[in-house]
């Protein structure tokens, strides 16, 4: 299986309308791409001060094939386009195997 995180550090200038509907639209996507095993959204929980980024998904799959069904998704490449890179001041992701 494949594990897939992201993370997000949101720009100071994004509104909690605007991170509300990131989260709304990501939480469609297990529901429009059966290759999607397990899937978990959440906000940082701010344990650590401003260290940790505000933002984090991760996506379980079953191999390579359903992690990149995902990722080349034409609905996931909207949310992505039209939601998280307006308001995305960093972000970083990782794959590996579980």
Not at 28 to 49: C, F, K, N, S, T
Request: aromatic content about 10%; overall charge negative; proline content about 4%.
């Amino acid at each position: 299986m494949i594990r897939h995180m992201v993370m997000f550090r949101w720009t100071p200038e994004a509104t909690r309308e605007q991170k509300e509907r990131v989260k709304e639209e990501l939480g469609r996507l297990p529901g429009l791409i059966p290759q999607v095993r397990a899937y978990h959204i959440g906000e940082d929980l701010g344990l650590a001060g401003h260290v940790n980024f505000d933002f984090a998904v991760a996506a379980d799959f079953d191999d390579l094939a359903g992690y990149l069904a995902y990722r080349e998704n034409a609905e996931h490449q909207k949310i992505v386009e039209t939601f998280i890179q307006p308001i995305v001041g960093a972000r970083g992701a990782v794959q590996y195997e579980i």
